[in-house]
């Protein structure tokens, strides 16, 4: 995976942090048996992952791979098991 820059995108990074912040939050109100904080997490964790899609409907996230560039990815795909 390291060669193919999953998730290092601004929308990612945003996503996944604001997801942490809320399992955080949801962590600390399950342990204080708090059952409106645990749902506040939950909600914030949503959000989290609408604010990512949202990012990378705006242009933030990985661009879409061209057919070309999908085929090319098979190709070298295959060479490589071949050999």
Do not use: D, Y
Not at 39 to 47: D, E
Not at 53 to 72: D, F, T, V
């Amino acid at each position: 995976m390291a060669g193919s820059s999953h998730g290092h995108t601004p929308a990612a990074w945003t996503g996944v942090i604001i997801s942490f912040i809320g399992f955080c939050i949801a962590g600390v109100f399950m342990v204080a048996a708090n059952p409106l904080g645990f749902w506040a997490g939950l909600a914030v964790i949503f959000i989290g992952g609408l604010v990512g899609l949202a990012m990378k409907a705006a242009g933030l996230g990985m661009p879409k791979e061209s057919a070309e560039m999908a085929a090319a990815r098979a190709r070298a795909g295959q060479a490589q098991v071949s050999s």
